[in-house]
């Protein structure tokens, strides 16, 4: 690109960056050397490279989850299914946020970008989505304890994710399917290429999705604290083990929904108040946490499960012997 600056006495343009100097930059005749006009790179903006190593994290993390769970045959009950799905969501979104941050800064492209940012959507939409079967099934372990170890719930969780993943799938095809905004830039959303409409169908189905969860939660809770306070009916005092079991249940309920919350709302709101014309920053600020959610979801749902600490105590130290038998814990115990 060529800076018009002035025109000198031959009546040609002088720029910078060009193939001409300006005038006073000729001194007998002779123009500087190309290496005094040669444009600076471009910057690469730190937003994106945050972006990138969030998505580093959340892939090594979640790869990890997904190999124990593949390779450990005796995690095959719904529930380590369910984490197995929000694991290989939350590895795909990651791989994503990579993906993404190479194509802008290495081959930037409209066709290309319209991939990587579907990809991103049907990553996330199932991250979000394996959340809710991970919520539904906790609530089925509580409300349906003496039949869930059966093989109809295992059926039922595989319904739950083709479900899940199909829905999701969808979502993420819709922009390389021709719903975006690259013919018409006035009906982008705040993250391009994506149209208006088709965010604020995303983030209206994620605030859905998020009062299903508080719901389904809230039930929970009252169920822990009603069999809670059966069990202080029948020994006629509350002890103190039950009173700790019943804190940290609602406590964990509490962690789980309020990271949830406070990863997603941000952005899920911004995406429907925000124009396209407002600067970046508010949607990368509001974005970056979004992806923290995905990097928080393994320590909540994977690392702090016993039967999965066991797998990784096998796997990096040998302590326990590889056939030694263990009672898979229902969703609720988790």
């Not at 910057?43 to 580093?56: F, H, I, K, Q, R």
């Not at 095959?76 to 802008?104: E, H, K, M, Y």
């Not at 295992?154 to 399917?177: D, I, K, N, Y």
Request: include cysteine; aromatic fraction near 10%.
């Amino acid at each position: 690109p060529c800076v018009l600056l002035s025109v000198n006495d031959f009546g040609i343009c002088a720029c910078f960056g060009g193939r001409l100097s300006p005038p006073w930059a000729r001194a007998n005749g002779s123009a500087l050397p190309l290496s005094a006009a040669r444009p600076d790179p471009l910057p690469v903006n730190p937003w994106d490279v945050m972006l990138c190593l969030s998505g580093a994290v959340i892939a090594c993390e979640n790869a990890l989850v997904v190999a124990i769970i593949f390779y450990t045959p005796s995690l095959r009950a719904p529930t380590f299914v369910l984490i197995g799905s929000l694991a290989t969501a939350d590895l795909l979104a990651g791989v994503g946020l990579i993906l993404n941050f190479a194509v802008q800064h290495v081959s930037p492209s409209d066709t290309v970008s319209l991939v990587t940012v579907g990809f991103l959507v049907a990553s996330f939409a199932a991250s979000v989505s394996s959340l809710l079967a991970i919520t539904v099934d906790r609530y089925f372990s509580l409300y349906h304890a003496l039949t869930y170890f059966s093989e109809k719930t295992l059926q039922c969780a595989h319904l739950m994710l083709a479900g899940t993943w199909g829905v999701s799938v969808c979502l993420g095809l819709l922009p390389v399917l021709g719903w975006n905004c690259l013919a018409e830039p006035s009906s982008c959303s705040i993250v391009r290429p994506l149209a208006r409409k088709h965010v604020t169908l995303l983030a209206a189905a994620f605030l859905v999705v998020f009062a299903l969860m508080l719901s389904l939660y809230v039930q929970i809770c009252k169920v822990v604290c009603r069999h809670a306070h059966q069990i202080a009916l029948q020994r006629h005092f509350f002890s103190p083990p039950h009173l700790v079991a019943t804190k940290k249940g609602v406590s964990t309920l509490a962690i789980i929904l309020g990271t949830f919350g406070a990863s997603w709302l941000p952005f899920a709101i911004y995406c429907l108040v925000g124009e396209r014309e407002y600067p970046p920053v508010y949607t990368y600020a509001t974005l970056l946490p979004a992806t923290y959610n995905s990097m928080i979801n393994p320590i909540i749902y994977a690392y702090r499960n016993a039967e999965i600490q066991r797998a990784l105590a096998v796997l990096f130290c040998g302590c326990f012997q590889a056939g030694a038998g263990y009672r898979s814990r229902s969703p609720s115990e988790v």
